[in-house]
Structures are given as structure tokens and as C-alpha cells.
């Protein structure tokens, strides 16, 4: 079973920028979704940004046009870079795979964003 683990968390001042990593191994293709999640203490687990198999990307309204998802298939790899960071995206980060034909979903165990204002 396919296994994603996170990487790239820290702290960092408001204004500051993070590159966030999600390889997975054991690897068995499937036609994926990827995916980024974050979860703030005391709140519930919310959707940041996700690309689909033919690279379509989806962000919501809170991190439009300050982070972007990428991919490398070669790696097994996708990245979310976030610049401007704001106090209101620290979270816990994780990342989702989603398999479009089994429908199968696995996730990281997350990486830590602290933003201090």
C-alpha cells in the first residue's frame, strides 16, 4: 500500500514562505488526485489545494494567487509552495491521494506550519 510522507513544515514570520513536500513510496500507479489539507487546533480538517491527474489545479479563496501546487511524477512527488504566509494558515498540513478508479483515498501524517505575526 502506497505510503505519503510530508515534509518542509516550520515556523516562520507572517510575510515568509514555505515549501512543503509529499513523496510517496511503495508506489502502485493508479490515476490520482493529489491533494492538500490543513488542519488548525480546535477546528476541522479543510480542503487547501488539489491537482488532478491531467495537472488541473484547485486552491480555495483564502490561499488563491499565494500558493501553488506542483508535481513531479518522476519523484512521486508534489509540492505546495506558500509564500506570504499569514498567522491564519498555521495548521497541521497533510497530504491526500486520491485514486480515480479504486476511489481509495491515503494520507500523510502531517507537517506543522507555525505563521507568527
Known amino acids: 500500500q502506497v505510503q505519503l510522507a510530508e515534509s518542509g513544515g516550520g515556523s516562520v514570520q507572517a510575510g515568509g514562505s514555505l515549501r512543503l513536500s509529499c513523496v510517496a513510496s511503495?508506489?502502485?500507479?493508479?490515476?490520482?488526485?493529489m491533494s492538500w489539507w490543513r488542519q488548525a487546533p480546535g477546528k476541522e480538517r479543510e480542503f487547501v489545494s488539489g491537482m488532478d491527474d491531467n495537472g488541473r489545479t484547485r486552491y480555495i479563496d483564502s490561499v488563491k494567487g499565494r500558493f501553488t501546487i506542483s508535481q513531479e511524477k518522476a519523484k512521486n512527488t508534489v509540492y505546495l509552495q506558500m509564500n506570504s504566509l499569514k498567522p491564519e494558515d498555521t495548521a497541521m498540513y497533510y497530504c491526500?491521494?486520491?485514486?480515480?478508479?479504486?476511489?481509495?483515498?491515503?494520507w500523510g501524517q502531517g507537517t506543522q506550519v507555525t505563521v507568527s505575526s
Open positions: 491526500k491521494r486520491r485514486c480515480l478508479d479504486s476511489f481509495i483515498s491515503t
Open positions: 511503495r508506489y502502485t500507479y493508479c490515476p490520482s488526485d
